[in-house]
């Protein structure tokens, strides 16, 4: 007889599904559970955005895009396209797996830039 071995399951194969993840994201834009790298600030300076219109995509914005589990950082990676002002605005983001995504979910902004293309929401 065969041997069953229990295995953990990795982060890779516990990525929320699309609509728990815009639940997450705005979750945690409203509770100021939200961190940035250099490069987002950067990108916000180099093409003047704001982060009150980033805060409004993270929770009305659209999910673009596949999610992809960033090993490096220990997350799942996120676009978001939304509109401010007349205009389109995209926001790559990362959803730290080191956090509990119910209780303190921990978004982590990597970077935005105006978009001209037409968001295309994923389905599940």
């Keep these: 007889s065969e041997e069953h071995q229990t295995t953990k399951r990795s982060p890779q194969t516990l990525a929320p599904s699309l609509a728990n993840a815009r639940n997450i994201l705005s979750k945690a834009a409203r509770c100021g559970n939200v961190t940035w790298t ?14 009150v219109d980033v805060v ?5 914005g659209t999910l673009v895009g596949a999610n992809r589990f ?4 220990n ?8 509109s401010t002002e007349g205009r389109k605005l ?3 983001v990362l959803l730290d797996c080191q956090h509990d995504f119910d209780k303190s979910p ?16 994923l389905k599940e």
């Design 38 to 51: 250099n490069r987002f600030l950067h990108r916000c300076r180099l093409h003047a955005i704001n982060t």
């Design 56 to 60: 409004r995509v993270l929770c009305c």
């Design 70 to 73: 960033d090993a490096a950082n």
């Design 75 to 82: 997350g799942w990676r996120y676009e978001l396209v939304g």
């Design 90 to 92: 995209k926001v790559e």
């Design 106 to 121: 921990l978004v982590v902004l990597i970077t935005a830039c105006w978009w001209r293309g037409r968001p295309r929401a």
